[in-house]
């Protein structure tokens, strides 16, 4: 019997799933925000979220290895354990990545929401530039037009309609010049991470043959301890105060959860599709998820900007992929995206 998903589907699988993950992800928050809950400390929510991909990767490299202990410690122990340099390769984007989550939190502490978003779109550009420089990518002229479309167009969808902004202002104070000065390069630092650290990994993920679930368990075992020094670093006092644990309703299991399927699934889609078509992915669920609660969490009110930034979204995916299909059709020559 053919396995349902094959070498053929995977990139499309994969896709769907980023879209349907972040997509879930964003509502999840959306609607957490209407329960009253008891804080958590995030630091120990990212590390309980590495933990968890690290631990859901075992399980899938046991089925590789036909549901046997034996095997599985045995190719642990080959690719992991044996091959240290290979391994100490995925400091570098785990490391990146703790930084990168700290530096948004810092970011989101000193600007607003709406500018935040807005700024990190710029992520999709230095991803792209990174693929040229690291993988050697050949991004034609159209792409990178299709490419600020895409950025814009989210940094429009994003923006708040005049009503949030509006409700916003009056229960926010002023962030300071200095303090924005901070926050912006903090999410501008972030923007550079994402881009090389994505880069990074797609490297070693195309490169060599060792699979892209054992691949998560090193970024796992390196992110779960840097994550573990950040909590010690920053939220020691807390955690000895009253718990690792404390504030995990449901809802924050559930939101842990989906990260660390979501790392899974990011993880998929650049081995199989690359960090390009990952953004136009996550640009598209931003777009879906902001359609699903008009509809069903009766929460938010499209704006003009909402529309002209679908459509600017919608247009730069589909001239992103225009181009290829047209030089498609000489048979000589080769289509590198
Ligand atoms: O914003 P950006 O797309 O760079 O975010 C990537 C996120 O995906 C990071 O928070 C990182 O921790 C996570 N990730 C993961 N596992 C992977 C790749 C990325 O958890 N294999």
Known sequence: MRPIINANNRKLVSLIALILQTTG???????SRTWKAEPYISSTAIVASEFLKGFICLIL?????????????KKLNDEIYSKPVETFKLTIPSGLYAIQNNLLFIA????NAATYQVTYQLKILTTALCCVFMLGKKIDKHQWVSLCMLAIGVAFVTW?????????????????????????GAVLSATLTSGFAGVYFEKILKTGPTSVWVRN????????????VIVFLFDARAVMDKGFFQGYSTVVWM????????????????????NIVKGFATSLSIILSSVVSYFVLNDFTPSLFFFMGTML????????????????TSPNEQVRI
């Open 313 to 328: 979204v919608i247009t730069a995916t589909f001239l992103y992929g225009w181009e290829k299909k047209v030089k498609a």
């Open 25 to 31: 992800i964003v509502l999840l928050l959306r609607y």
């Open 108 to 111: 989101l502490s000193y600007l």
């Open 255 to 274: 939101v842990i959860f989906l990260q660390a399927i979501g790392g899974l699934i990011i993880a998929a889609v650049i081995k199989y599709a690359d």
């Open 61 to 73: 490299v046991w089925f590789e290895t036909d549901c046997s202990f034996v095997r599985l410690a």
């Open 160 to 184: 708040p309609s005049s009503d949030e902004a509006a409700k916003r202002a009056s229960t926010q104070i002023q962030k300071s010049w200095a303090q924005q000065f901070i926050g912006f």
């Open 217 to 228: 368990i090193q970024l796992a075992i390196f992110g779960t301890i840097f994550g573990l």
